[in-house]
């Protein structure tokens, strides 16, 4: 009796549903993964994210090997031809059952429910396990619907977790016989200076779960008081092995609580940041909308933005004047992440100050982060964008320059990125001369009549 499992997002062999599952009979078992070039360019997927994985793959494909699993790769021209494409696999090898772990965007949930139909027809059961911490159905408001509030709904996510206490899943089952040879797995090509910035992510679950260990042992006490400022490691750095499923939420959750109490402040922060991810996975899961690159709030549907393509450009390229957006862009262009705190200050001000439309902002970063999550990020450019979900008011506009004196007070994480700048007086925001004579942009816009001007038409669409 052989069994197939099939990774999307859950490059793990610890507390994997899925794959736990199909092991559990102890038979023999093929894992598979798709090699879909076309379907990462349609979702926007970043090469170094999926390169990433495929390096994690390859580490996984090793320990599957020990654990007499075979790998399989299954070639796939876009998304629709995967349930197909697994179908055919599934007739061809006398799969008895098939096992994924969900995802949340409209064409995952199409595509896993055309496969179920497909199986079905042959007698053959598609057994689908939650991937989030709990089920997106089974957090309700008090009027059994479902929050759009993050606040209501991380009260719910903790009193649930009070009540019903987070199991982590071991190692899947040694299985009796490997009844086929594993696959090459393919790299992704990749320019040469996009390999190097791959080089900064160790490839590892062995290395992704002791690198959370570290984080909650010896960083998270001070994660409050930290996490805002770019020019130092405050934060976890987990995100690109959550992001591809290296590490799981709850893995992070039952091993903070295995260890701390939330009684301290900065573990108490750094659990919210789990939630948020919940949060927008769980708002992807109840809005189709947000797959279909649309605002989560329908009004924003025809909102006037900006089309200004030279705008757009000095954004991407971190030439827009103003030293601490410019950094972050940077910052994002040589190692494919940016700190949360500067994610928040370049999407505001591209679609607050510039009033270029945030999709633009969203599609960019996607395709140039290693942590590339599609919740999230959708969940972060709504936010700033002032579209989405408990997004920010419209008129609440972050002052960049201010952002920048408060965070990176003495300009270090400036001076790291834009060195020119290192002997300005005023590092946050340069005078005209200086910047001539450091060969520095001038401002793309003018911060105080811009905000003006963003507050004036989102006042006027809102009536």
Sequence with gaps: MTNLFIFNSDFRLADNPGLFH????????????????????????????????????????????????SLKILHADGIEEESQKIFEFVKSKNIKEVFINKEYGINEINRDLNLKKKLASIHINLNSFDSSVFHPESIKTQSDTFFKVFTPFSKAFRSK??????????????????????????????????????????????YAFDKLDEFIDHKIHFYKDKRDYPAIEGTSSLSPYLTS?????????????????????????????????????YILFHNPRVSKNLSFSEKYDDFPWSDNQDHFIAWSKGETGVPIID????????TGWMHNRLRMIVAMY?????????RK?????????????????????QWSASTGVDAA??????????????????????????PQL?????????????????????????????RKKAIEIFSNFSK
């Design 161 to 206: 977790l009070l009540t019903k206490k987070i199991k982590i899943l071991g190692f899947p089952k040694k299985q009796r016989n490997k009844v086929l040879e594993s696959d090459e797995i393919e790299n992704l090509s990749l320019k040469s200076e996009r390999k190097n910035i791959l080089e900064l992510y160790k490839a590892d679950e062995d």
């Design 327 to 334: 950094s972050a862009m940077r910052q994002l262009k040589s």
């Design 22 to 69: 199909a092991a559990e009979n102890g038979e023999s078992l093929v894992a598979m993964f798709i090699y879909n070039p076309k379907k990462w360019d349609s979702h926007n997927e970043s090469d170094l994210k999926i390169a990433f994985q495929i390096e994690n793959l390859k580490s996984l494909s090793k320990k599957l090997s020990e654990l007499k699993i």
């Design 393 to 418: 008011p419209y008129f609440r506009i972050f002052n960049p320059i201010t952002q920048s004196e408060k965070f990176d007070k003495k300009g270090d994480f400036i001076k790291r990125w834009i």
């Design 245 to 281: 499923g290296v590490l799981s939420s709850r893995q992070c959750l039952f091993r903070v609580f295995e260890k701390l109490s939330e009684e301290e402040e900065g573990i108490r922060t750094w659990v919210n940041e789990i939630i948020w991810r919940e949060f927008y996975k």
């Design 350 to 358: 591209l679609t607050k100050n510039l009033l270029i439309d945030w």
């Design 422 to 450: 290192s002997s300005a007086i005023n590092i946050h925001d340069p005078s005209s001369d200086e910047r001539n004579d450091l060969g520095y942009s001038n401002h793309l816009v003018d911060l105080k009549e811009s």
């Design 361 to 381: 902002g969203e599609k960019y970063f996607m395709q140039n982060l290693i942590d590339g999550d599609f919740a999230s990020n959708n969940g972060g450019w």
